[in-house]
Each structure stands twice: as C-alpha cells, then as structure tokens.
C-alpha cells in the first residue's frame, strides 16, 4: 500500500510540474491583446502629431529617438500583432462571444441592445467622418494643423523629397544653384563628393547629417570645420555665395548675417526694389528685375 501510495504521489507531482509548464494560451493570448493594444496606441498618438514626411524626411525629425519611418514600422507591426491576437482571442472565446447574441430567456438568437447601440455607433462614425460632419471633420482638421505647424520657412525643401534627388538634379531644377557652388562648398567643409550624381539624402547619412543641413552647406547658407570633415557638425556661418537664399525671407537672412532689418529695407528701396520684411530674396529680386543669386551682394554693398 505505500509502495502504491508513493507511485500515486510521483504521478501526481509528474502531472502537476506538466501543468505548470503547459503553456496557457487563454492569458498568452489576453496578455499579448492588451499589450499590442497599448502599443499600438502609442504609435498611433506619435502619428497623429508627426510632420509629413516632406519635411520628417528633410529635417531628419526624430522623437524619442525615433524617426516617422520607424514610428510607422512599429504602429503597422503592433497593429498586425494585435488583429492576430484579437482573432485568436475571439476564436477562444467564441462560446461566450456568441451568448451576446442569445436572448437571456428564450435562449435563441436575437440582436440585443448592446449589439444594436454598437452597430448603429460603428455606422454614425464612418458616416460622419466621410460627410465631413462636426465634430468628427474637426478631429481631422486638428490634425492637419497639428502636422502643418511643424512647417517653417526654414526647414522647407527646395523641392518636394528633394533628399531623393542628386546634386545635379537639385541644381538643374532650383533657380540660381550650380553644381559646381554645391561640390565646392561640400569640399570646402571637409564633406567628400564622389560624384554630382550622388544623391543627397545618402550623402547626408554618410556625412552624419539630415538633408536640410548638407543642403545648407551645399548652398553656402553654413560652414562646417574642415578638421574631422563634416560628421555631425552644421553650425550657422557666414554665407559662402549667393546660391540659395532665394528661398529665405528678408528678415531671417538679416538676421543669419547680423543686419539692421530697416536700414537693408530702407537701402534696397533706394535701388529700386520694392522689399518687405517677410517677402523672400527670390520675390524681392524680382520686383528689381535681377537673378535671385545677385541679392546677397545688393544687399551687402
């Protein structure tokens, strides 16, 4: 009897250790549900408030480390996890998904009003959201604002995904800009350029730097110290040519050179220009009949 009692007892021990490293897919499931569903979330919020990649893409915007491509990488796998984990929860699940729709007393199917409230929630926002129906049209106006406010002047591409493009195409399509400026002022600032063919947004991975700061240097807006090449750095300088500044307005050029707003307005109005403060050089050249590219030493003589 204590013999058998003994083997009654190891069986027991054997059955329960197996239990116990059984895996419980109900709360693996449950557990991984909850947690993609948070992530995603987070994703999801980052999203909402991000730049459009115009300029994610130029300025090299990160948060939290992380850039719009990588935010969107993790939003599309956490959101792919969490539809996986949502099936598979409603598969374990599908006896007590399907008592929702069973009438308590009848025991027969039946749409209850729980269900028909959602149904009828689920239809109102996809509708109104199409219509452009208040509130739901301002949640998405709110966000185009949100997305638009990190747009500047400043951090605006000479040219749509112009990190995408060559040196040499950037030069033939941007008015006053020549291949020859941009190698020159690259080489200048310790950044080699293999070819004009090199595309910018690779350049500027190579040197350290996000496009808008290669593009600066590369249209003499700044300079980088020749010790250690241009890794890293992209500290504001004096103008190395006039290529470029078309697209800054008059306020921020004076500004980045350090000029008395009034008395450039004043001096450019006395040569016939027809300036304000907030116009770019580009459109201010324009009103005197010249090349964006002669503005610099207008301005400055």
């Known amino acids: 009897m204590e013999t058998e009692s003994c083997s009654q007892h190891e069986e027991q021990s054997a059955q329960d250790a197996g239990s116990k490293r059984r895996l419980n897919w109900r709360a693996f499931i449950s557990v991984t549900t909850a947690l993609s569903f948070m992530a995603m979330s987070v994703t999801g919020v980052v999203l909402f408030v991000t730049p459009p990649g115009r300029i994610a893409h130029w300025t ?6 992380l850039t719009k491509d990588q935010w969107a990488g993790l939003h599309i796998w956490f959101s792919l996890i969490f539809m996986i984990a949502a099936v598979l929860h409603l598969y374990l699940n599908w006896r007590s998904f399907l008592s929702y729709f069973r009438n308590k007393i009848r025991k027969a199917f039946a749409l209850r009003t729980e269900w028909a409230i959602a149904l009828f929630l ?3 926002v996809g509708w109104a959201t199409l219509a452009n129906v208040k509130p739901f049209s301002s949640l998405l106006i709110w966000n185009e604002t949100i997305k638009n406010s990190w747009e500047a002047p400043v951090g605006q591409a000479p040219l749509p995904h112009a990190e995408l493009m060559t040196l040499s195409e950037l030069a033939r399509q941007t008015d006053g800009l020549e291949i020859e400026s941009m190698v020159k002022n690259l080489q200048a600032a310790g950044i080699e350029v293999p070819s004009p063919e090199v595309v910018l947004g690779d350049l500027a991975k190579k040197a350290g730097m996000t ?11 700044s300079t980088t110290p020749r010790p250690g090449g241009g890794r890293g750095a992209n500290r504001q300088g004096q ?3 006039g290529y470029g500044i078309g697209r800054l307005t008059l306020r921020q050029y004076c500004e980045q050179q350090n000029l008395d707003l009034e008395k450039t307005v004043q001096k450019l109005r006395e040569k016939g220009f ?3 403060p907030d116009m770019t050089l580009r459109d201010i050249a324009g009103t005197g009949g010249v090349h964006p590219s002669a503005m610099r030493d207008i301005i400055e003589q």
């Not at 090299?60 to 480390?65: E, H, I, N, P, T």
């Not at 496009?211 to 807006?221: R, V």
């Open 211 to 221: 496009p808008m700061q290669l593009y600066a240097i590369a249209t003499g807006q």
């Open 274 to 276: 027809r300036p304000e």
């Open 239 to 241: 103008q190395q040519g």
């Open 60 to 65: 090299g915007w990160r948060m939290l480390a």
């Open 122 to 124: 689920c239809i109102l």
